[in-house]
């Protein structure tokens, strides 16, 4: 897949995501997850070891911080 493609997806993921946050939804996680999933894609065609670290431990985050949510 092109990055300038998935660099536009994941720009509309992130916004979509944040959206759903701030308005309480709990699918805000998912797709804020999937924009960092297309982000990972992104670093990893890059070589951007360190980037694509921080993906991952912030896709950790919104696993742990949605099973809160579902809690609540």
Do not use: H
Request: glycine content about 4%.
């Amino acid at each position: 897949m092109d990055i300038l493609i998935c660099s536009i997806i994941s720009l509309i993921a992130t916004l979509i995501g944040l959206y759903l946050l701030g308005e309480k939804k709990s699918s805000g996680f998912i797709i804020f997850s999937i924009s960092l999933i297309f982000q990972l894609y992104i670093f990893y065609n890059q070589n951007n070891y360190f980037l694509i670290f921080q993906m991952l431990v912030l896709i950790i985050f919104n696993v742990v911080n949605y099973k809160k949510w579902r809690k609540n």
